[in-house]
């Protein structure tokens, strides 16, 4: 009951009446440099590109979650992460910047996208980093490409999403319904609301709340009706025990929402991962960056660490 409270809570800050603002320049925070990269026989990702230091640890690849681009979910880690790693950070097909597909979009198929990155960038291996969404593209890419991943860091993320609970399952087959809100315009009023929420609690977020209003613009409807899709059918329980190899780290943000808590201790112990829990909801990587990058940064360093021992 304390957790409902507390989201009955927060649907009231942000459902409440605020006084007109005048529109804002959507300036971005600071970023790594883009580019849009064909993958042959599959079409174009946008990616962002750190570096890192000469003879740094192992790269890290980015993976956002699911109504994110890869700038929303991860505009606060480029910078740290890449002061020990290379790193990328890339669009999913059907998001973002990134290619706009026929058919239905489909995990296993971004996983091969970013597996065919690898490839065309010339990078042999990676430390994996998925958040939400990201977290079953992380897991497809080890199990389909196992040579590309040399650890996981798995954060605000599950097994499956709509098993074990009423309310999951519940929320899950509201699909279709929450696919007519979107249509409708209603749900680019509910993210205007959350963001000004949430620029008000945040110092750090708020001057860059109409950039991330643009940013997450840039899915249509079905887009995200068909991730949502994607991520209901998502099943990894019979097979994470064959992830047990890999140094895993799970980040759970122990306010967590939308992928409670107990599914992602649950993922921990199926894969044999080290956790690290910190105080945040499933928004933290938008609403509170000073607890979200450390504690990426943190787990890239502890696979890194157990990688090269």
Known sequence: MADLRAELQRARGIARRRPKVDPEPPVPP????????????RGELFVRSVDGPEGGSFPVLLLHGWMWTADLNWWSVYEPLGAAHQVLGADHRDHGRSMRTEGPFTLEDAADDHAALLDLLGIPKVIVCGYSMGGPVAMLLAERHPEKVAGMVLAGTTLDFSSGSWVAAFRWRLMPLFGGVIRLGHFEWIVARHLRWSAEREPDVAPYRAWMAGEWRRQAAKDIVDGGEAMAGFDMRQRAAAL????????????????????????????????LEFDGDHFVNLEGPKVFAPAIVEAAARVAARVSS
């Open 30 to 41: 600071p970023l790594p440099p883009g580019r849009t990269v064909v993958l042959p026989g």
């Open 244 to 275: 047990r190899h890999l140094p895993s780290v799970v980040v759970v943000p122990t306010g967590d929402q939308l992928v409670e808590p107990w599914r992602q201790r649950a993922l921990a112990e199926a894969i044999g991962a080290e956790v």
